[in-house]
């Protein structure tokens, strides 16, 4: 017969064997960090982000009208970690980056030239995207340079709605 010290170790560890992990399984891991196709809307205009098909850099625009056809309006966001993604344009396979030139978003041809986004919630549906660890967020701006067009550019927080987006 066992002593009573060794039996009642070898319940416990019974028990902690047979409890459940604290870490979710591999396969929920990979599944959170698959890519996922979104829509990017403006919550100020109500029209998706998109950009179309030629030699990068291209603008990354919120279209003041119907989306364009096929995927140009379709994003893979893809999850780095807890809080960062990069996102990639179906249409075109290009990702989105910043113009350093004029703050503009535009599209690059590699993963490894892609910013690296954070994205936080900003009310029930909302979203802002912005550059991590700073207060650089994405913006709609509308200036009348195109009557269908907005551009996207990077500005300091202020909280208006031009700094909200939606995922569909």
Known sequence: MLP???????????????????????????????????????????????????TP??????????????????WERTQLSADQYVFQNLGTGQWITINEANNHLVTVDSEANATVFAVETAGLIDFVIKLPNTDSVWKALFDGTSPIF?????????GTVGERWTFA
């Open 4 to 54: 009573r010290f060794i039996t009642f170790a070898l319940l416990a560890l019974s028990l902690v064997h047979a409890s459940p992990t604290p870490h979710p399984p591999e396969s929920d891991v990979a599944r959170r960090a698959a890519p996922v196709a979104v829509k990017i809307t403006s919550s100020q205009s109500l029209t998706p982000v998109v950009t179309f098909s030629g």
């Open 57 to 74: 850099p291209l603008e990354v625009l919120v279209g003041q009208a119907a989306a364009p056809p096929g995927d140009f309006g379709i």
């Open 150 to 158: 907005g551009r996207i550019i990077m500005s300091t927080a202020d």
